[in-house]
């Protein structure tokens, strides 16, 4: 039998779902921007439905958001957010650090090891901010995948699109990525100690930091 496999189509409202939020990253939309239905149909030359799709799913991840004059706009954080957000990855990271600790396998602990050899030569060629963001951001995401908890991870997906948003804004600032990379060494060092309380100060302390940074941004 043929192993000839038919891939579908990807459906435009998925397409129009990363256009938009990868333009909302990449501040092509900023935040308080009006997002409006029509244009944005007229724009990609297509009806309004998978448009108005793709920004429902935008809203609900919180990425888009209805103002008080019901217009729909681009999330505008603020610090409550930053204390609600971050107040949620500590409750969560800080505590998936420890089971990863315990869980993770010698190989999978490696494969951390190299994703910062990685981020540290990234930074080193000065290569393009978003691939050192992702990164940083794939660093959490293995902490998160080997603790093999599978309602952990539910909980930490639904922040997800906020929280890249968030580290976005706190790669703002001289020499940050270097800070953060140190932070994640840190952090590392324990965790291939296999140190579960030193790790999971580290990862306490790293993420204040990240609130501290944060206030600084939005403050100015």
């Not at 209805?66 to 930053?82: A, C």
Request: net charge negative; hydrophobic share 40%; aromatic share 10%.
């Amino acid at each position: 039998m043929s192993n000839f496999m038919i891939e579908k189509p990807v459906p435009y409202y998925e397409q129009f779902y990363h256009s938009i939020k990868a333009m909302i990253f990449e501040g092509k939309f900023k935040p308080g921007d009006r997002i409006v239905e029509n244009q944005l149909a007229k724009e990609f030359n297509v009806s309004k439905s998978p448009v108005r799709e793709a920004i429902r799913m935008l809203e609900q991840e919180g990425l888009i958001v209805t103002d008080e004059k019901s217009r729909m706009i681009v999330y505008q954080p603020t610090l409550k957010d930053v204390e609600e957000i971050y107040f949620c990855r500590k409750a969560l990271e800080s505590f998936a650090i420890k089971l990863m600790v315990q869980k993770a396998t010698d190989d999978e602990v490696a494969e951390i090891e190299n994703l910062l050899r990685e981020t540290e030569a990234a930074i080193q060629e000065s290569q393009d901010a978003n691939a050192i963001i992702s990164m940083n951001e794939a660093f959490h995401n293995l902490i998160i995948e080997y603790t093999k908890n599978d309602r952990l991870k539910k909980q930490v997906k639904d922040l997800k699109s906020l929280m890249y948003f968030f580290r976005i804004m706190n790669f703002q600032g001289e020499n940050r990525a270097n800070e953060i990379l140190k932070q994640h060494s840190n952090i590392f060092v324990h965790i291939k100690n296999r140190d579960e309380e030193k790790a999971y100060q580290a990862m306490l302390e790293h993420l204040q930091m990240d609130v501290d940074h944060l206030m600084e941004v939005l403050k100015k």
